[in-house]
């Protein structure tokens, strides 16, 4: 994933035209040393399709809507928050389990 990741977003620059089509993230992916041909059948299966959009909902319904999103102890935390936030939520989390 990272490897991927660091070379789709390399310098901060947003790919365009040919760099996304499917043989541009194929050969991103060989770049990466990923397995391609897994890579190719992943990237049109429908089975990875239908878990992606579950990932989605999921997020959807804990309102993750924007980048950083987390799950702490089941409760999403939207956007950038301070430490005190976390601390509360974990706080409460291990107050409910005792």
């Known amino acids: 994933f990272w490897e991927y990741h660091d070379l789709l977003f390399e310098g901060g620059e947003v790919r365009r035209g040919n760099e996304l089509t499917t043989d ?11 397995d391609t041909e897994q890579f190719a059948r992943d990237l049109d299966s429908e089975e990875v399709a239908a878990t992606v959009a579950t990932n989605e909902e999921e997020g959807r319904q804990i309102g993750a809507t924007s980048t950083p999103s987390f799950l702490v102890a089941g409760r999403g935390v939207i ?20």
């Open 24 to 34: 541009g993230l194929i050969a991103l992916a060989d770049r990466a040393g990923l």
């Open 79 to 98: 956007g950038a928050q301070p430490t005190e936030v976390f601390v509360e939520i974990i706080e409460e989390a291990l107050a409910e389990a005792r």
